[in-house]
């Protein structure tokens, strides 16, 4: 397929209703209709094609870092994305165009270009999942988001029966947001980033960071040195995936940080940290929020509790349900808005169930 890594084809079909619980960093969810594993693009489309040809819905997996299942899964083709690979494409006096294939794990992709001297992704090391997810929400963290770096989008168009190129703007990306979310239309087969070419980082934006550093906000540091505090940071926040860990059997942050006019924020008249935008809205940190409508650290719930070491974190303590996090989940939502006024939307991708 143009444009897509080369990855041997391995493909196996599994239809004993497994449950998907063993493919989500939450470790939650219900059987698959029908499991299928691919490691070749073409065998993706392929499974896709076939898919529509027999009226079966497909969910397709690969990380599973973002993903929340219903606790009686999922009915259809769930597909496994495990196609692997990243390579040079194009390169400059400056920069390099590096493709990524979707199955790749993002944190791979992330050392492989802090050790090769590429420059713009540093900041989102530790980020688990796939390099194919990442677009699909506009991943970021510690001021950097992928939409800063990525050059194109390789996906297969559902409704074209295509393999379309995607700029940019086409992808359309916002705030943890972009065309592909919600969007049963496209399946990301790859991604390409243009990285500068540089052993120094990005100009650091985000204030913890910088504090952690030792440097200045806009000031840069040598590669090596950004990765390694952003993993230690994330690491102390459970951010970082751990299977002794059971703060770390989440979707990282389950709610975004809500965003207001300068109106509404003005009216709210909170005396909370807040960052404001281009366009003179204000981004509300929702962990304050949470914190401040009284639910800590560690506020449990039915086998499923927030995290000791962050509160954006919902997490499965072993014994947990999809329905005891959502549970956790509407009540964390419902004080907030009845504190504040102010809704918080989740972050992760809910499927076969709602909130």
């Not at 530790?126 to 510690?142: E, F, K, L, R």
């Not at 009540?331 to 992760?348: A, K």
């Amino acid at each position: 397929m143009v444009g897509v890594p080369d990855v041997s084809a391995d493909q196996q079909t599994d239809t004993n209703d497994g449950s998907l619980a063993a493919y989500t960093t939450l470790r939650l969810g219900g059987p698959a209709g029908t499991l299928t594993v691919v490691s070749d693009p073409d065998e993706a489309v392929t499974t896709m094609r076939k898919a529509a040809a027999d009226g079966r819905p497909v969910l397709v997996l690969a990380g599973g870092s973002n993903v929340v299942i219903g606790d009686e899964g999922f009915p259809g083709t769930v597909l496994l994305l495990r196609t692997t690979g990243i390579r040079v494409v194009e390169k400059a006096d400056d920069s390099v165009v590096v493709r990524v294939a979707a199955g790749e794990p993002w944190d791979d992709f992330v050392s492989y270009a802090v050790t090769n001297g590429y420059s713009g992704v540093e900041c989102l090391s530790g980020i688990p999942g796939s390099a194919g997810a990442t677009p699909i929400q506009n991943v970021g963290a510690y001021g950097q988001e992928v939409a800063h770096t990525i050059a194109a989008v390789h996906a297969y168009d559902r409704e074209q029966d295509s393999v379309r190129v995607m700029s940019p703007l086409e992808c359309a990306f916002a705030y943890r947001k972009s065309v592909f979310k919600g969007n049963e239309r496209f399946v990301v087969l790859a991604v390409d980033f243009r990285l500068a070419l540089s052993g120094e980082s990005a100009p650091i934006r985000y204030a913890e960071l910088a504090r952690s550093l030792g440097v200045e906000v806009g000031d840069r540091v040598p590669l090596a040195r950004a990765r390694d505090t952003v993993l230690k940071l994330r690491a102390g926040k459970g951010m970082v995936l751990d299977p002794e860990d059971r703060d770390t059997w989440s979707v990282g942050s389950f709610f975004t940080n809500p965003v207001v006019s300068a109106e509404a924020w003005a009216t709210l008249g909170l005396d909370a940290p807040h960052w404001p935008g281009d366009d003179g809205s204000v981004k509300i940190p929702a962990a304050w929020l949470i914190e401040h409508a009284g639910f800590p650290k560690g506020f449990a719930g039915d086998g499923v509790a927030i995290s000791s070491k962050h509160t954006l974190a919902l997490t499965n303590r072993g014994e947990g349900t999809t329905t005891g996090l959502l549970g956790l989940a509407r009540t964390i939502r419902d004080g907030v808005r009845d504190r504040f006024g102010i809704e918080l939307h989740p972050e992760p991708v809910l499927i076969n169930c709602s909130l």
